[in-house]
């Protein structure tokens, strides 16, 4: 991973992706979660489908996971449930399927509107950033020291488990069970959750995420 600058202006060519769902969107509370979606296509958690500007995103039951492919280079796409949590803890199954490593896919929290929220990102090459999309910056402001490397990334096509939290004003990432970096922000107090991804370099990115799940802290 070289650079993860995704402006401001790449963002707004994704506001559908703030969007809810259909009218009728069930709980997804169970098995003592604050939210959970394990993506089996039983129940309409909230989540937006889309295909607009190079950017899919869809829910796929026979696999039991929403997937997002991103194919022009700079371009983020996500999408989220349309909730509101403060403090939480998010973990979910992110793989990387196909498409170019250098990439950035992750989990938002604390989710005002598509330029105020949280993200935690890893990259297919093995890096790590957590940044913040706030209103009057024209791209994303890095929490931590803008990309790190880490050796707890399954690099390439793979699959990693992210357990974020978003406590008070410190916001952590593990990345398959190993804590990699706290930092501080008190920006944002609460908000919406969600998952995205981009892709840097020609080529088709595909995450597929699985098992999506907030608790209390």
Request: aromatic residues 12%; hydrophobic residues 35%; contains cysteine.
């Amino acid at each position: 991973m070289r650079f993860w600058l995704l402006g401001l202006f790449l963002l707004l060519c994704l506001l559908p992706a703030c969007s809810l769902g259909g009218p009728t969107v069930a709980e997804c509370n169970t098995g003592g979660a604050l939210f959970f979606d394990n993506f089996g296509g039983e129940q309409n958690c909230g989540w937006r489908e889309y295909n607009e500007s190079g950017v899919v995103v869809e829910i796929v039951p026979e696999t039991e996971v929403l997937q997002i492919s991103v194919s022009q280079p700079g371009q983020i796409g996500w999408t989220n449930p349309g909730r509101d949590f403060d403090n939480v803890i998010i973990t979910t199954k992110a793989t990387q399927v196909s498409g170019p490593d250098n990439n950035a896919y992750g989990v938002i929290c604390r989710y005002q509107d598509e330029n105020n929220f949280y993200v935690f990102l890893i990259s297919g090459d093995g890096y790590y950033a957590i940044g913040k999309y706030q209103t009057g910056s024209p791209q994303i402001i890095y929490l931590t020291d803008n990309y790190i490397q880490s050796d707890a990334i399954q690099q390439g096509p793979a699959l990693n488990e992210l357990r974020v939290s978003c406590v008070g004003n410190e916001l952590g990432l593990q990345i398959n069970g190993v804590p990699v970096t706290t930092v501080v922000d008190p920006t944002f107090v609460r908000g919406d959750v969600g998952v995205g991804a981009s892709v840097f370099d020609p080529g088709t990115a595909v995450i597929q995420f699985d098992d999506f799940r907030v608790l209390q802290p």
